[in-house]
């Protein structure tokens, strides 16, 4: 029994070892020698005794069948000796007996191909025999049948037992961690932290132990067959081909591995070189990016999106090369999932290409970067990302919008940020003042407002443009510069306050932009006298 209880505990290693008997070591091959194709063995009692071939008017399946039918025969019957096993020489052929049953025939063809004559291939066969129908009828008898059902019995004891076992270690593992979950719970409620997060964790634990368990279960299970399969001689065939349907396919594959390991090799030099060449791409434009390598007509900020287009050209051309060497790259069902998969990518990925290919050309037009003040069509906004498909925008209104590249290429780009940084960027707003406010007070009232307001500055100086004569007023233009771009819209209104302000403070009407009719005093002209109005100031010309 100590002999059973040692394999159940050894566990998978039975799945390496082969198969056991009972009372002695039997081995059965799952594939046959080359030289042994067309030999099929010869089982009694899930023994391979040795393998036989056809023979002229039989098969090697014919045969195979009919000896076991008769050596299941005598193993059955006890009166006949078995010392009565005898080889029986004839002028064509040695024949095994046994009393009156004839065994089998051993021709000189047959032992030709053992490298043996007729004769000492039929004793060794004879032998052979003799030894496994002692085994058998020994393993027949009484008492062994009862010692094995009593193993089956004991056997099946401890796996119930381990079943038991197995279950209430789950409920007590799912149990400690539903107590630890709901502690990290209860503390992340007290931090403010989300907890839907959190009331997940029980269900995954809780599958990750069933899934645990029932891969232990399903192990001692199949171990559990499998002995007791190899107890009772007359199913140890099974044991074996239950055997085989693990061994079998780890063999295939261990097989498979072993003719692999060249490409395998090739496979991971190619890995280990095109990791160390991205590595030192990586080094090269992060120094062009910090500034420390500089090449002429490269600029910086295309340090990183070069990087990121060479590295992926470099994986593309070593997945070329090692495309051949892959394990099963030139079977039907490989090629065909790469057709497939072609066809869906050219299929569906014309547009994607097309934002790809415009947002590289976006990059090294330097049309605009992270953090301009840019309108693409009728969008203004901040750029706050730009990635390979869509270009990232944010209005002042905190939306964000997402361009694709292939728009941005086709349509016209204003960049509020570029010529900011170093001319300053020039705000402009309109205002129509009667002919009746002398123009140089309209100026100084304009420059006044520019000079009141924030963000514009000092230095260029603001300045006004006339733009229009019109019928009942006349269109000036205010233009200031300003160095920040991404406040457009705040000095704009605080611009605008200001010109009402600085308007409403020296009583000049803004009468645009309709005309109801004439004030009281003349509005034809201006009297040369009212010329310099604060807070206009008379230039040198002037004077």
């Known amino acids: 029994m100590h002999k059973y209880l040692l394999i159940l505990l050894m566990g998978l290693g039975i799945l390496a070892g082969g198969t056991t008997g009972f009372a002695q070591e039997s081995t059965a091959p799952m594939v046959a020698p080359a030289s042994e194709e067309r030999r099929l063995p010869l089982v009694l009692d899930g023994d391979t005794l040795f393998r036989i071939g056809r023979l002229k008017g039989y098969s090697a399946e014919d045969r195979v069948k009919k000896i076991t039918e008769t050596l299941e025969e005598l193993a059955n019957d006890p009166l006949v000796p078995i010392d ?140 559990y067959l499998y002995i007791s399969l190899q107890i009772f001689p007359r199913s140890r065939a099974m044991a074996d081909r239950l055997l085989g349907y693990v061994v079998e396919p780890l063999q295939v594959l261990t097989d498979a591995l072993v003719i692999q390991i060249p490409k395998l090799v090739f496979l991971a030099v190619l890995i280990v070189m095109a990791v160390y060449i991205v590595r030192g791409l990586r080094m090269l434009f992060d120094a062009i990016e910090r500034g420390t390598i500089s090449i002429s007509g490269f600029f910086p900020d295309w340090a990183q999106p070069t990087f990121k287009i060479l590295r992926v050209l470099v994986f593309v051309l070593f997945a070329v090369i090692a495309f051949p060497y892959i394990p099963g790259s030139d079977s039907p069902a490989f090629k065909g999932i790469s057709v497939f998969i072609g066809v869906l990518v050219s299929l569906g990925s014309s547009s994607a290409i097309a934002n790809m290919v415009a947002g590289i050309s976006l990059l090294y037009r330097r049309a605009f970067r992270v953090g301009d003040r840019v309108r693409i069509g009728e969008i203004i906004g901040d750029v706050t990302n730009m990635r390979l498909q869509v270009t990232h925008l944010e209005t002042i209104k905190n939306e964000e919008i997402t361009v694709p590249n292939s728009v941005i290429l086709g349509s016209s780009v204003t960049n509020y940020s570029a010529l900011a940084r170093d001319k300053g960027l020039i705000l402009h707003t309109s205002v129509t003042i009667g002919y009746d406010t002398p123009w140089r007070q309209v100026h100084a009232l304009l420059e006044l407002a520019a000079q009141r307001t924030s963000g514009i500055l000092k230095t260029p100086s603001p300045f006004v443009l006339q733009t229009v004569l019109n019928d009942f007023y006349i269109t000036y233009e205010l233009n200031a510069y300003t160095d920040q771009p991404n406040r457009m819209a705040i000095i704009y209104s605080d611009l605008h306050r200001n010109i009402q302000d600085a308007f409403n403070e020296f009583e000049v009407q803004i009468m645009s932009p309709h005309y109801w009719g004439d004030r009281a005093v003349s509005t034809t002209y201006v009297p040369r006298e009212k010329w310099y109005e604060p807070p206009a100031m008379k230039d040198e010309e002037s004077l």
Not at 126 to 141: C, D, F, N, P, Q
Not at 186 to 210: H, W
Request: no cysteine; proline share 1%.
């Open 84 to 223: 009565s096993v005898h080889v029986v020489e004839t002028a064509i052929s040695s024949d095994i007996t046994a009393g009156e049953h004839l065994i089998m025939t051993v021709t000189d063809e047959e032992a030709a191909g053992r490298g043996k004559t007729r004769t000492e291939l039929a004793k060794d066969y004879a032998g052979k025999i003799r030894a496994a129908l002692a085994h058998s009828r020994e393993s027949r008898s009484v008492p062994n049948i009862l010692k094995r059902v009593l193993y089956f019995l004991i056997l099946t004891a401890l796996f119930v037992g381990i079943f038991l076992l197995g279950n209430r270690i789950q409920a007590r593992l799912a149990k400690r961690m539903n107590a630890w979950v709901e502690q990290k719970t209860l503390a992340a409620r007290a931090e403010a932290i989300k907890i839907l997060e959190a009331t997940r964790v029980p269900r995954f634990l809780a599958v990750l132990v069933k899934l645990t368990m029932l891969s232990v279960f399903m192990v001692v299970l199949y171990l």
